[in-house]
T-cell receptor
Framework: EAGVTQSPTHLIKTRGQQATLRCSPI?????VYWYQQALGLGLQFLLW???????NRGNFPPRFSGRQFPNYSSELNVNALELEDSALYLC?????????????FGQGTRLTVV | KNEVEQSPQNLTAQEGEFITINCSYS?????LHWLQQHPGGGIVSLFMLSSGKKKHGRLIATINIQEKHSSLHITASHPRDSAVYICAVRRGAQKLVFGQGTRLTINP
């Protein structure tokens, strides 16, 4: 069974541009979570999608947004990129509305803003 | 003070040693996760706990809800166990709060 897949694995953008990151959850999982791990910092919660709707978001500005498609895959969009947006972005999926079920993480997308 | 504190931040040991990583949290939780992050960033979920103890191979995780504390133990440690181990707690609204991680290095 395929795990959580993220694309691209690496992304280089210039300041002010937009970045789009993609995540495909494990088959059957309806919840997708996005996290940011900036260099030297811990994981920070970004967004949670379930059944196509945004259920919760972390303490990030509105230029961080996303969506979940009918097949439960998800996109994270970062507009007006800033240098400090350079980070590893991780996606996780779980089996439903309850993160108390096992969560599975993708390998991440490393975004570099220059 | 962070809601989730891990100790130690860095740990270096010799192959075969028994390893303990600790996690303390300051809020009520419904579940605690132990995660393993390898160089390059990939994360593997090791355990999810809400009470008691779980074992998987050489890994053991325990949690004491009353004391708000969890430990991750590795028996007969091996260089391939070298990674960052992250404790995360779930509290409200599906949000996980992460510890800063413990960087474990096992030397041959």
């Amino acid at each position: 069974e395929a795990g959580v897949t993220q694309s691209p694995t690496h992304l280089i953008k210039t300041r002010g541009q937009q970045a789009t990151l993609r995540c495909s959850p494990i088959s059957g999982h309806t919840s997708v979570y996005w996290y940011q791990q900036a260099l030297g910092l811990g994981l920070q919660f970004l967004l949670w999608y379930d059944e196509g709707e945004e259920r919760n978001r972390g303490n990030f500005p509105p230029r961080f947004s996303g969506r979940q498609f009918p097949n439960y895959s998800s996109e994270l969009n970062v507009n007006a990129l800033e240098l400090e947006d350079s980070a590893l972005y991780l996606c996780a999926s779980s089996g439903g509305r309850d993160f108390d079920t096992e969560a599975f993480f993708g390998q991440g997308t490393r975004l570099t803003v220059v | 003070k962070n809601e989730v504190e891990q100790s130690p931040q860095n740990l270096t040991a010799q192959e075969g040693e028994f390893i303990t990583i600790n996690c303390s949290y300051s809020v009520g939780i419904s579940a605690l996760h132990w995660l393993q992050q390898h160089p390059g960033g990939g994360i593997v979920s090791l355990f999810m706990l809400s009470s008691g103890k779980k074992k998987h191979g050489r890994l053991i995780a325990t949690i004491n809800i009353q004391e708000k504390h969890s430990s991750l133990h590795i028996t007969a440690s091996h260089p391939r166990d070298s990674a960052v181990y992250i404790c995360a707690v779930r509290r409200g609204a599906q949000k996980l709060v992460f510890g800063q991680g413990t960087r474990l290095t096992i030397n041959p």
